[in-house]
T-cell receptor, first 116, second 114 residues
Framework: NAGVTQTPKFQVLKTGQSMTLQCAQD?????MSWYRQDPGMGLRLIHY???????DQGEVPNGYNVSRSTTEDFPLRLLSAAPSQTSVYFC???????????????FGNGTRLTVT | QQPVQSPQAVILREGEDAVINCSSS?????VHWYRQKHGEAPVFLMI?????EQKGHEKISASFNEKKQQSSLYLTASQLSYSGTYFC???????????????FGKGTKLSVKP
């Protein structure tokens, strides 16, 4: 099993450009989520999904869109990139849709995004 | 609201012990601990559930006091491989169940020197 796969690993965008960060998992996990990591801020939840067709906002959703058309894929879209979106983005999946009490997060290797 | 971790950073010599604390202002359903090495993804260490249980993972153990909404991670006889940033992730309680997501603290950077 590959686990959680994120592409690309690195990306540089100009302000105003759009792009999609890809995330795929092959563990048949129902729950998927996106976090951003900034120095000194820890991991902050952007959006999450508890199954195909179901998404919801996390702590810092502004400027990002998500969709979940299949169990495996959970892409994150930046509609109009801003320098404040410079960050490392992690996708994470978990077995259960009902909670994390017996269902740890499995993280991808991250995408390092720079917006100039 | 992000849980508060303390200390922000700690430097140890090999063989020394450390405690990392995680405190939440919200009622908790569970607490997770993850370790992240520089340039890598966070890796799961353990989950603590309601009930004040203590768990262990080699020489790393943790406790969860649900009444105080606090968890502590204990690292004993530290090894060089323990270096990294430790994050607690809190799962909020919601109407007797779980809110479902993990909200992480800002992390504690642990450096173990020879």
């Amino acid at each position: 099993n590959a686990g959680v796969t994120q592409t690309p690993k690195f990306q540089v965008l100009k302000t105003g450009q759009s792009m999609t960060l890809q995330c795929a998992q092959d563990m048949n996990h129902e729950y998927m989520s996106w976090y951003r990591q900034d120095p000194g801020m820890g991991l902050r939840l952007i959006h999450y999904s508890v199954g195909a067709g179901i998404t919801d906002q996390g702590e810092v959703p502004n400027g990002y869109n998500v969709s979940r058309s299949t169990t495996e894929d959970f892409p994150l879209r930046l509609l109009s990139a801003a320098p404040s979106q410079t960050s490392v983005y992690f996708c994470a999946s978990s077995y259960s849709r009902f909670g994390r009490s017996n269902s740890p997060l499995h993280f991808g290797n991250g995408t390092r995004l720079t917006v100039t | 609201q992000q849980p508060v971790q303390s200390p922000q950073a700690v430097i140890l010599r090999e063989g020394e012990d450390a405690v990392i604390n995680c405190s939440s202002s919200k009622a908790l359903y569970s607490v997770h601990w993850y370790r992240q090495k520089h340039g890598e993804a966070p890796v799961f260490l353990m989950i603590l559930l309601k009930g004040g249980e203590q768990k262990g993972h080699e020489k790393i153990s943790a406790s969860f006091n649900e009444k105080k909404q606090q968890s502590s991670l204990y690292l004993t006889a530290s090894q060089l491989s323990y270096s990294g940033t430790y994050f607690c992730g809190t799962e909020w309680a919601n109407y007797g169940g779980s809110q479902g997501n993990l909200i992480f603290g800002k992390g504690t950077k642990l450096s173990v020197k020879p």
